[in-house]
């Protein structure tokens, strides 16, 4: 296949255009006083950064705090699915050795835990779903193949929606089936295209594998990734357990409000996941893990002494301040919208990255990640000169480096986020088309005076 050629047109910033953008910027930018004039939530939060209810759901809860005489206490965090704690959840399947993402998934969808006559029901299901019409792989995933998977991603999923038979009919027997196999497909459109990206852009053998049947989700993702298909139980679980974790976050995160939003105009089931999947895309939702990889690495091409907690200081200081790796002042994996002192899916996943670092003979990369932790949050709270005491890792910060020890490509950590949130989208997509009932629609103040219209000739 020959290499695309870029359009100028789709990529030249010509003068004129330049002219125009600053046209843009000049009449774009609002006072930030009048969010505050006027109380305006802005990113749908308040002054204390308390997300501002705009829904009820039965799908998933994030807790953070307790009242306690009206004053919000923060609390060591919590994340439900379906009224089940997230640590109870994980505690049984590792204990039992299986694998959990599938039986979240059902939990997630239908409401209730499955019995084991429902899990082997449910896992025969997606097994069946689990193959893409004939010569997709070669019509669609292969065409314009891109380094960014979350655009091959929504662009196969949009390209799915004519060979549906029944693409529009938004019953609940017709978004459930088109869900499932999308949850089913997913790892497949995502792994071909980096395949296909590989091999195109970058000269790597052309590697498709067909999926086993028997196989879970997890071992799917590795046996299609791998040139070899070779992988260990355990790199299967810590992977499960990534995809157990990344699941469901509640209706409030951007991607999920995202397809509330969308699924309330009453659009197929792919346009509302493509929808998720543009929202999911970058840096300030599901590509945080990418930050925070990239920035390990600037430090560590940057700082001498790893060992040394006053030379890490110094420099996470200085990319505090916006002076060094990408200049945005962000020291990524640390803090979160919601949780204060704990993000509980961080926990549970930091106990298993210590046991792979050491199997993969990473414990001093391991060792390198605590120190960060241990010192970032206080170096956050004098940066913003604040009392606060409620900073603490996000499961971001250990998920790029669990991706990392399996071997699994930068550009699929996105993507693998995807492939764990399309179950918490396909909930919340059915639960918004029993009970939402009105289209999404908030309210933005116009604060421009009003002018009268001048003929062309006199402007």
Same mark, same amino acid.
Not at 8 to 27: G, R, S, W
Not at 103 to 109: A, P
Not at 292 to 299: A, F
Not at 303 to 315: A, C, F, G, P, S
């Given at each position: 296949?020959?290499?695309?050629?870029?359009?100028?047109?789709?990529?030249?910033?010509?003068? @004129?255009?330049?002219?125009?953008?600053?046209?843009?910027?000049?009449?774009?930018?609002?006072?930030?006083m009048l969010f505050f004039k006027y109380n305006v939530k802005r990113g749908l939060r308040d002054v204390n950064g308390k997300g501002v209810l705009t829904g009820l759901t039965e799908i998933a809860e994030v807790k953070s705090y307790t009242i306690d005489d009206d004053e919000i206490v923060p609390c060591e965090g919590k994340l439900y699915y379906r009224g089940y704690e997230i640590r109870d959840l994980?505690?049984?399947?590792?204990? @039992?050795?299986?694998?959990?993402?599938?039986?979240?998934?059902?939990?997630?969808?239908?409401?209730?835990?499955?019995? @084991?006559?429902?899990?082997?029901?449910?896992?025969?299901?997606?097994?069946?779903?689990?193959?893409?019409?004939?010569?997709?792989?070669?019509?669609?995933?292969?065409?314009?193949?891109?380094?960014?998977?979350?655009?091959?991603?929504?662009?196969?999923?949009?390209?799915?929606?004519?060979?549906?038979?029944?693409?529009?009919?938004v019953c609940v027997d017709n978004v459930l089936r088109q869900c499932l196999q999308l949850i089913a497909v997913t790892p497949l459109l995502a792994v071909y295209g980096y395949h296909t990206y590989r091999h195109y852009k970058e000269g790597g053998s052309l590697v498709i594998h067909q999926p086993d049947p028997s196989m879970s989700t997890a071992e799917t993702i590795l046996h299609l990734l791998r040139d070899d298909s070779k992988f260990t139980k355990f790199e299967a679980s810590v992977l499960d357990l990534c995809l157990v974790l990344h699941a469901d976050h509640g209706g409030g995160n951007n991607s999920t409000f995202t397809n509330r939003v969308v699924t309330s105009t009453l659009t197929d089931t792919y346009s509302a996941i493509s929808a998720s999947l543009a929202s999911l895309r970058r840096p300030r939702h599901g590509g945080a893990n990418l930050k925070?990889?990239?920035?390990?690495?600037?430090?560590k091409a940057?700082?001498?002494?790893?060992?040394?907690?006053?030379?890490?200081?110094?420099?996470?200081?200085?990319i505090l301040r916006g002076k060094a790796y990408d200049k945005q002042g962000l020291i990524y994996g640390m803090g979160h919208a919601v949780y204060t002192i704990s993000d509980p899916r961080a926990v549970l996943l930091k106990k298993f990255v210590e046991r792979l670092a050491e199997e993969k003979g990473a414990a001093e990369e391991f060792k390198f990640y605590q120190r960060i932790e241990r010192l970032a949050p206080q170096i956050i709270m004098e940066g913003h000169d604040s009392a606060r005491s409620d900073i603490a890792v996000n499961v971001d910060f250990y998920s790029g480096l669990v991706y990392r020890l399996l071997g699994l490509p930068e550009e699929l950590f996105t993507p693998l986020f995807a492939i764990a949130r399309m179950s918490g989208w396909a909930a919340h997509r059915l639960e918004e088309l029993a009970t939402g009932g009105k289209i999404i629609r908030p309210a933005y103040k116009n604060i421009v005076k009003h002018a009268k219209y001048v003929p062309i000739k006199k402007r």
């Open positions: 296949m020959a290499v695309q050629k870029k359009d100028p047109h789709f990529t030249d910033i010509t003068p @004129e255009i330049q002219a125009l953008a600053d046209i843009c910027k000049a009449n774009d930018i609002i006072d930030p994980v505690n049984a399947f590792t204990k @039992e050795r299986r694998f959990g993402f599938e039986e979240t998934t059902y939990l997630l969808i239908f409401g209730k835990l499955p019995t @084991e006559k429902d899990l082997k029901g449910f896992n025969s299901l997606l097994a069946h779903y689990r193959s893409l019409p004939t010569n997709f792989v070669r019509d669609v995933v292969m065409k314009a193949p891109t380094r960014e998977m979350m655009n091959t991603l929504s662009r196969s999923i949009l390209t799915l929606y004519p060979y549906d038979n029944n693409p529009d009919d925070v990889v990239g920035m390990m690495d600037d430090i940057h700082v001498n002494n790893l060992e040394d907690d006053e030379e890490l200081t110094k420099y996470l200081k200085k």
